[in-house]
C-alpha cells in the first residue's frame, strides 16, 4: 500500500501536509532513476521517523551516520534502513526492524503513518521504499553496532530547513548533482539528501535557499571534515 497508513487528523499538526500528499507522489517526484527493464532490484526500505523535541516541542527527525569502516557508502548519512528480509511482513516490518538493530529505536514507540513509492537506488541496486513514521513514545538511541554505524542523531527541522545549512553539490567529471545539508555535525548528501529536499517541500517546511551555491563534493566533504577536526 502506497499512502497514508493513518487518518491525517491523528497526527499532530505540523505533519499533516506530508500525511496528506503521500498518496498523490510517485517516484518521478522523487528520483529520474528507474530500474531497468531486465533488472530485479532487491527491496529494502527506510524508515523517516519524526519526533518533537523533549526541550522545546520543535520537530525533527532521526538520522544517523555510517561507519567510516563500511565497504560501501562509508561515513554517509542515511535514514535508519536497509535490505528486506523473510519474515518482515513488508517495508514497514523491514524499516522498524533496521531502525531497530541500528539505533536501538523502540518499535513500540513508533507508529507509521504512510508509505512512499519505491525509489530505484542505481548506486547500490536496491529499490527503497520510504517509511513515514511519528515517533508517538520517543526511546533514547545509539549506535548499536559501531562496525556499522558511528553515529546516531535527531536533527531539526528548523535547522535542515536554514538556507544557511544547504546548498548544492557535484561530483566532479560526472554529471550528477544534488542537494545537500551541513547541519548538527553531519554532511548530508546523495540519496538522503535528496530525499529530505522534497519532503522538507511537500512538507511546507522549505525556506527559500539557494540552489546555485554548487560545491564539488570532494571539495565540500574535505573542509567539512577540518571543520569538525578544528572543532
Not at 557508502?73 to 535514514?79: E, I, L, N, R
Not at 538493530?101 to 508509505?115: H, K, L, M, Q, Y
Not at 561530483?171 to 539528501?193: H, I, S
Amino acid at each position: 500500500m502506497i499512502g497514508p497508513l493513518v487518518e491525517p487528523e491523528s497526527v499532530p499538526e505540523w505533519l499533516r501536509p506530508l500525511v496528506k500528499v503521500s498518496g498523490e507522489v510517485d517516484a518521478k517526484t522523487f528520483t529520474r532513476f528507474s530500474p531497468p527493464e531486465d533488472a530485479f532490484p532487491r527491496p529494502a526500505a527506510v524508515l523517516i521517523l519524526f519526533g518533537e523535541r523533549e526541550a522545546d516541542g520543535e520537530p525533527d527527525i532521526l538520522l544517523q551516520r555510517r561507519a567510516d569502516t563500511l565497504g560501501s557508502h562509508a561515513g554517509q548519512v542515511a535514514f535508519p534502513g536497509g535490505g528486506a528480509e523473510e519474515g518482515d511482513g513488508g517495508p514497514v516490518g523491514t524499516a522498524l526492524r533496521e531502525a531497530e538493530e541500528e539505533t536501538g529505536v523502540v518499535p513500540a514507540g513508533v507508529r507509521p503513518i504512510a508509505v512512499l513509492p519505491e525509489l530505484f537506488v542505481p548506486v547500490s541496486g536496491f529499490a527503497v521504499t520510504p517509511v513515514l513514521a511519528h515517533w508517538a513514545e520517543p526511546s533514547p538511541v545509539h549506535a548499536v553496532d559501531p562496525a556499522e554505524t558511528a553515529s546516531v542523531a535527531r536533527v531539526a527541522i528548523a535547522d535542515l530547513v536554514d538556507p544557511a545549512n544547504r546548498f548544492t553539490v557535484q561530483k566532479k567529471g560526472a554529471p550528477w548533482k544534488g542537494p545537500a545539508f551541513e547541519v548538527g555535525g553531519l554532511f548530508v548528501w546523495g540519496f538522503t539528501a535528496g530525499l529530505l529536499s522534497v519532503l522538507l517541500s511537500l512538507g511546507g517546511w522549505e525556506r527559500e535557499w539557494d540552489p546555485g551555491d554548487v560545491r564539488d563534493l570532494d571539495e565540500a566533504l574535505a573542509a567539512f571534515r577540518k571543520r569538525v577536526v578544528e572543532g
